[in-house]
């Protein structure tokens, strides 16, 4: 199986009560607005959430696949997307942990995990096993890295403004 893996995860204190926080990392629609390479999110009647991501991975080309998660917590130190159950192919993990640093002040720990498999290369892309599973992991873990690092500066920008 050809797999392509990309992992970031940031720790960033917000001047924000943890409450006002939580709620922004709960609501999709700031992901869409404020993270880059996100098209779409939407959730079907069956509970799925279905991110769709889209970016230019370097010998992959345009890249535009969806994740089909379900929130496995939402509790108030962490908010959580899983992949669903029977996924194979697309698979992504998100969470946001939430520490109180004190009334005004929040640390927020953002972990964003995608992991791509497929049967053969040509699956993914006609010359991805050409540049094989570590340069394109290593290419989408940057993309990865400048979409959570992006959101959190536009969610700094927001939470900080109120």
């Not at 943890?18 to 079907?44: A, G, K, L, Q, S």
């Not at 002040?105 to 050409?130: M, W």
Request: glycine share 4%.
């Amino acid at each position: 199986m050809f797999k392509i893996k990309a992992l970031h995860t940031e720790t960033v204190s917000l001047r924000a009560g943890t409450d006002t926080i939580r709620d922004f990392f709960c609501d999709v629609v700031n992901y869409i607005e404020f993270m880059p390479h996100i098209e779409n999110i939407r959730t079907d009647n069956r509970g799925i959430t279905h991110w769709h991501l889209s970016a230019n991975v370097p010998f992959v080309g345009n890249f535009s696949e969806r994740f089909p998660i379900v929130r496995t917590e939402q509790s108030e130190e962490r908010v959580e997307w899983s992949p669903v159950r029977d996924e194979e192919f697309n698979l992504m993990k998100f969470a946001a942990d939430f520490l109180p640093e004190s009334a005004t002040s929040t640390i927020v720990k953002i972990s964003q995990n995608i992991e791509l498999r497929r049967n053969s290369p040509t699956d993914l892309h006609l010359l991805a096993g050409f540049a094989g599973e570590s340069l394109i992991s290593k290419e989408m873990t940057k993309r990865v890295v400048v979409m959570v690092k992006s959101f959190l500066e536009k969610a700094r920008i927001r939470l900080e403004k109120v």
